[in-house]
């Protein structure tokens, strides 16, 4: 009973913190006019915009409090994670442990105010150049800049905390969640979309059958990828306890092949999402400039320049994320004092590099499938000539992220259990 209980408040906790959260996207910025926006996004069609407003969860269609959405917290928790490789101040405190770690996370929320403070000013000074938008403001005095810049940051600070309090009460990563729902909030608009595309293209039945064989393919190769793991043999050897000798046994060391997970994705789109949208303000104001429109052209969202170092940043992380989340001298270390070693593989140095040999191999498998799973849109729009666009970046992040919510929700139910048997047998200990 208690740990259906324990589950159900949880999950509610999380129900009425993404409520709140979508409550929020509808919550315009004041002084915006809603039918300058309504018309722009009913005739703008736009893989850009259509990407920012997917990761802000719809805000973007509605100017809404939330329209930088978590993307400033996602790109100061980049910079700090690259900070910490470099200044030695960081190493250290992340040696400090639980200490270190809030240190660095206040750090990182002092970034997000001050990330948040330039791309408020920079969307607020920018949407008027966009064709479309001269008129999205009703009222343009210094009263109205200041409360929609204060608007826009109090919005990503709010949501910046409401991530933390589903990670701390809830159930899963509370950041990836947001972008999660964020994401699916806007799927009944794109099958609608789609279907009115399918009919003015007038698409046979097998066409479509055709079209969706490769999208439930697609999210076979996602699941069948998350699930994969390489299970390394782990033997130990005989030890003495007392007068009483235990035999050796073995167990596994598994190594997922995507262990940077659904976090590459995401910073990658971080990174590139607002240098994208300053390119698109830049081609509005140098207008008359021939020469910086083409140049501006090679930055424009998914031209063969985007799209190339939108590949290198997703490989870049996969590396970068697998390096930072594990450590192959620390594994190779513990195994040795735990008195266990790799068949064939002497302990210390040579399980290390045995480890980071296999470490390498699988991340870049796990580059290489993350990397096709994102170009999914460009390769069915060029092979099949699809006119819709199918996110392989969004289907990747509902897949990982639903994923690893369940299995949160398993480990939750299974820890819960053994406590309460451990219990029942007078050996779990109450603090």
Not at 204 to 225: G, S
Not at 250 to 271: C, D, E, Q, R
Not at 403 to 418: K, P
Request: with cysteine.
């Amino acid at each position: 009973m208690s740990i259906l209980y324990n589950l159900k408040k949880r999950m509610f906790l999380v129900f009425i913190a993404i409520l709140i959260f979508r409550i929020g996207s509808f919550i315009p910025i004041p002084g915006i006019n809603m039918k300058v926006v309504e018309q722009f996004f009913i005739h703008k069609n736009s893989s850009l915009f259509t990407m920012f407003n997917m990761f802000s969860g719809g805000s973007l269609n509605r100017v809404s409090i939330f329209t930088l959405g978590v993307m400033p917290y996602i790109s100061s928790s980049i910079i700090m994670q690259l900070l910490t490789l470099i200044c030695s101040h960081l190493r250290n405190l992340k040696k400090e442990g639980e200490e270190g770690t809030k240190k660095i996370n206040q750090y990182t929320k002092y970034l997000t105010l001050f990330l948040s403070v330039i791309q408020s000013i920079s969307v607020v000074i920018g949407l008027p150049f966009i064709p479309g938008m001269k008129n999205i403001f009703v009222f343009t005095d210094f009263y109205f800049y200041i409360i929609s810049i204060i608007s826009m940051i109090t919005g990503t600070i709010f949501l910046m905390w409401l991530g933390e309090f589903i990670t701390d009460k809830g159930i899963g990563n509370g950041i990836s969640l947001i972008i999660f729902f964020g994401i699916i909030s806007s799927l009944p608009v794109s099958i609608k979309k789609t279907f009115s595309v399918m009919h003015i293209y007038d698409f046979n039945n097998l066409y479509f059958f055709l079209i969706l064989l490769v999208m439930l393919f697609v999210i076979f190769i996602v699941v069948f990828f998350e699930k994969s793991q390489r299970n390394i043999i782990v033997c130990y050897a005989r030890r003495h306890q007392g007068s009483n000798m235990h035999s050796s046994h073995h167990s596994y060391l598994p190594l997922k092949v995507n262990m940077a997970g659904v976090v590459p994705v995401i910073f990658s789109s971080s990174l590139l999402l607002f240098p994208s949208i300053i390119v698109t303000y830049c081609r509005h104001v140098f207008h008359d400039k021939i020469f910086l429109i083409k140049f501006f052209d090679f930055f424009k969202f998914n031209h063969s320049i985007f799209v190339f170092t939108n590949v290198v940043l997703i490989i870049f992380f996969c590396f970068f994320y697998t390096s930072v989340m594990f450590n192959s001298k620390d594994t190779a270390i513990n195994l040795k004092k735990s008195g266990a070693f790799i068949p064939g593989i002497r302990p210390g140095l040579q399980t290390e590099q045995y480890i980071k040999k296999i470490v390498l191999k699988l991340t870049t498998i796990g580059s290489i499938y993350t990397v096709f799973i994102c170009l999914i849109p460009d390769i069915m729009h060029y092979c099949l000539k699809v006119p819709f666009y199918f996110g392989g970046t969004s289907l990747l992040i509902v897949v990982v992220v639903l994923m690893e919510f369940i299995i949160q929700i398993q480990t939750l139910m299974m820890s819960t259990r053994y406590k309460k048997i451990l219990k029942k047998a007078s050996l779990y200990l109450k603090n």
